[in-house]
T-cell receptor, first 118, second 107 residues
Framework: QVQLQESGPGLVKPSQTLSLTCSVS??????????WTWIRQLPGKGLEWIGY???????NHNPSLESRVSISVDTSKNEFSLKLTSVTPADTAVYYC??????????WGRGTLITVSS | DIQMTQSPSSLSASIGDRVTITCRAS??????LNWYQQKPGEAPKLLIH???TLEPGVPSKFSGSGFGTDFAFTISSLQPEDIATYYC?????????FGQGTKVEIK
């Protein structure tokens, strides 16, 4: 079955760039048919959709993050990534990767806590 | 953005009770509505997509209904393992948006 695993630095300093990777097993990203999504959960709060990417590289992201976010895919490694620039403490959250349709998130990773602090 | 408003924000019910959560969209989203369950310390889990279609393996005690702007999620008989926060989510438009969550507790 499809499994996802996020990996990241845990702690990022303000103004730096957050980089996360989601490793995919059980399915080949290059096989198509799925969208690969990033979602975050702010501390004690709800869920925020960050964006998605398709195996072809076509992507979309939440305008609330303006131009700070980019999502990429590496089919050779069967993984996809998130970069968020100019982070502030408000970006502290648990970051999840997920797959499914463009709007239905069938499988989720366990999540990784990212803290933005100096 | 489409705003999703859930009610109540939290509820306390007895074992065996029927529990219903409502979700209202700020505009017509047709049937593009999903429900997720999140237990403490875990990732959300998709229970229902497209208003009323259960994910494989999800017990039939969970159900969903609605269309357009008003939706409901029901647990027919609350059990201890159902203690969680439940979220609705729309995918009629970008960006995808979630409700603020409903925390379900045992009385």
């Amino acid at each position: 079955q499809v499994q996802l695993q996020e990996s990241g630095p845990g702690l990022v300093k303000p103004s730096q760039t957050l980089s996360l990777t989601c490793s995919v097993s059980g399915v080949s990203i290059s096989g198509g048919g799925y969208f690969w999504t990033w979602i975050r959960q702010l501390p004690g709060k709800g869920l925020e959709w960050i964006g998605y990417i398709y195996y072809s590289g076509s992507s979309n992201h939440n305008p609330s993050l303006e131009s700070r976010v980019s999502i990429s895919v590496d089919t050779s490694k069967n993984e996809f990534s998130l970069k968020l620039t100019s982070v502030t403490p408000a970006d502290t959250a648990v970051y999840y990767c997920a797959n499914g349709g463009s709007g239905v998130f069938h499988v989720w990773g366990r999540g990784t806590l990212i803290t933005v602090s100096s | 953005d489409i705003q999703m408003t859930q009610s109540p924000s939290s509820l306390s019910a007895s074992i065996g009770d029927r529990v219903t959560i409502t979700c209202r969209a700020s505009q017509d989203i047709s049937n593009y509505l999903n429900w997720y369950q999140q237990k403490p310390g875990e990732a959300p889990k998709l229970l229902i997509h497209d208003v009323s279609t259960l994910e494989p393996g999800v017990p039939s005690k969970f159900s969903g209904s609605g269309f357009g702007t008003d939706f409901a999620f029901t647990i027919s008989s609350l059990q201890p393992e159902d203690i969680a926060t439940y979220y609705c989510q729309q995918y009629d438009d970008l960006p995808r948006t979630f409700g603020q969550g409903t925390k379900v507790e045992i009385k």
